[in-house]
Nanobody, 124 residues
Framework: AQRLVEAGGGSVQAGGSLKLSCTSS??????MGWFRQVPGKEREGVAI???????VAYADSVKGRFTISLDNDKASSLQMNSLRPDDTAMYFC????????????????????WGQGTQVTVSS
């Protein structure tokens, strides 16, 4: 089974930057993305990308600040700039079984392969 491993989380002051990475044990051929969750709140989709079509989508809250990319066919990154305290969360990467991200939009429940998460903490 495909496994995902995130890295790159940490603590940073507001306005700073972090780059998260997601490494897959298998080929990233399907729509994948980054998600975040704060204890007691619903999981939020942050950014998704289709390796097949090259399309991306972002949550409104991160547009213009975060950039999702595919580094190769087994690794993805999430560059996070201008971080704010409300970006504090556990960040997860996840993959789906769909090539077209229009079938698995940013808050879809159809992302079924998940990493263990990496914590991002932004202080004011």
């Amino acid at each position: 089974a495909q496994r995902l491993v995130e890295a790159g989380g940490g603590s940073v002051q507001a306005g700073g930057s972090l780059k998260l990475s997601c490494t897959s044990s298998g080929y990233f051929g399907y729509c994948m993305g980054w998600f975040r969750q704060v204890p007691g709140k619903e999981r939020e989709g942050v950014a998704i990308i289709s390796p097949h079509f090259g399309t991306v989508a972002y949550a409104d809250s991160v547009k213009g600040r975060f950039t999702i990319s595919l580094d190769n066919d087994k690794a993805s990154s999430l560059q996070m700039n201008s971080l704010r305290p409300d970006d504090t969360a556990m960040y997860f990467c996840a993959a789906s079984a769909y090539r077209d991200c229009r079938l698995v939009p940013i808050n879809s429940e159809k992302y079924n392969i998940w990493g263990q998460g990496t914590q991002v903490t932004v202080s004011s």
